[in-house]
């Protein structure tokens, strides 16, 4: 099954996978992924990394091409503890190639990593998982300016030596290879080395047979969406709210959680509810104040309709915006439709010590 889509609004529930292998893309800066809120933290690539490992099934493997920058780089520092820690998963290895790897191919010099990562059966680490947390000197390098610096690689390097296809050094120094500056630490091509026989060299000495998932039961049956129902909505059902994929309902994760809010509990998918049922109410307004059809009867009556609605939900659960007890709504790709009808005011006022802040009200 293919999906053309951003990754960020992939539907691939967690701890499905068997295998996931991906070259991923690099950047500073992850999409907003509303179910992944947590993820969205770390550099794009790896995100995307994260995301992998957190859709793996238990057992399963994770095979990604990264920069060199998930390894070695102290900004990727709190993503390689997420890996060992909320992750749950082991690295269990990684072959650093040549910057010129994917020179014919992609017309880049940058030096890569294959990753391997192997979700856990349980909570504790197997005998497969190794240390990559931080980074130690594996040399030293001048700068063009003549400066002495080391040469700092991921600490799993530094006792595998024998898995970097390349020598590291700056990249002025090589004539290539950095991906920033001339200072850049890069892998310089060995010359004369045959890279493929090189990698399945290495492929080969890493552990085997660690894979163990258990087999998927029986495909889930899946309710068929309404004509008309958008894809990243939120739907209600006999009760239940399922998220529009596809064509298709997909129970949403937070059915039965319970939400507190001023010392009430609600269940989240009664709110939902509440919230659908505004939200079809302002579309069905949209479309009758745009329609040359409509009159201003039906439309003055929707509207009444729609305030309603709206002042029962803030009795109950307050305002829409501003409101960290609904984020879950979020999920719901029209959300913003509905923030929109309430204004924010911002007012700069003095705290106890005359410093300004900003003070947010919500207008209804």
Do not use: C
């Not at 990604?64 to 993503?79: C, L, P, Q, R």
């Not at 997420?82 to 190639?97: H, P, Q």
């Not at 940058?110 to 990753?115: E, G, K, P, R, W």
């Not at 005998?127 to 980074?135: M, S, V």
């Amino acid at each position: 099954k293919v999906n053309i889509s951003g990754y960020e609004q992939s539907n691939i529930p967690n701890a499905t996978q068997d295998l996931v292998i991906t070259n991923v893309p690099f950047g500073k800066t992850a999409p907003y992924d509303a179910k992944n809120k947590d993820l969205s933290k770390f550099s794009l690539h790896n995100y995307f990394i994260a995301k992998g490992i957190r859709q793996l099934k238990p057992g399963g493997i994770g095979i990604f091409i990264s920069s060199s920058s998930t390894m070695d780089n102290a900004a990727s520092v709190k993503f390689r503890e997420w890996a060992i820690s909320e992750g749950n998963s082991d690295f269990v290895g990684a072959i650093r190639l040549p910057n010129n790897a994917f020179k014919e191919n992609a017309g880049t010099e940058v030096t890569t990593d294959i990753l391997v990562f192997r979700k856990r059966n349980g909570d504790l680490p197997s005998e497969y998982a190794q240390d990559f947390r931080i980074t130690k000197p594996i040399g030293q390098a001048k700068t063009r300016e003549g400066e002495v610096v080391p040469i700092e690689v991921n600490e799993y390097f530094v006792e595998h030596p024998e898995n970097i296809l390349g020598k590291m050094m700056l990249a002025h120094e090589a004539g290539s290879g950095g991906l920033y500056t001339g200072n850049s630490q890069t892998a310089a091509p060995i010359k004369d080395m045959d890279l493929i026989p090189a990698i399945s060299e290495r492929i080969a000495a890493m552990p085997s047979g660690i894979m163990n998932t258990t087999a998927s039961s029986a495909p889930i049956k899946r309710e068929k969406a309404e004509a008309g129902q958008k894809d990243g909505t939120l739907a209600v059902k006999e009760g239940k709210i399922y998220e529009v994929s596809e064509g298709e309902l997909i129970p949403v994760e937070w059915n039965a959680n319970v939400i507190s809010i001023g010392g009430k509990k609600y269940k989240a998918s009664k709110i939902a509810e509440d919230y659908i049922e505004i939200k079809n109410t302002v579309n069905e307004l949209l479309d009758l104040e745009q329609s040359e059809s409509s009159t201003d009867k039906e439309i003055e009556a929707t509207r009444k309709r729609l305030n309603t609605l709206y002042d029962a939900f803030v009795k109950s659960y307050r305002t829409i915006n501003k409101n960290r007890s609904l984020s879950f709504l979020e999920d719901d790709s029209e959300f913003n439709i509905v923030l929109g009808l309430e204004d924010i005011e911002v007012e700069m006022v003095p705290d106890k010590n005359g410093r300004l802040y900003r003070k947010y009200q919500v207008v209804k």
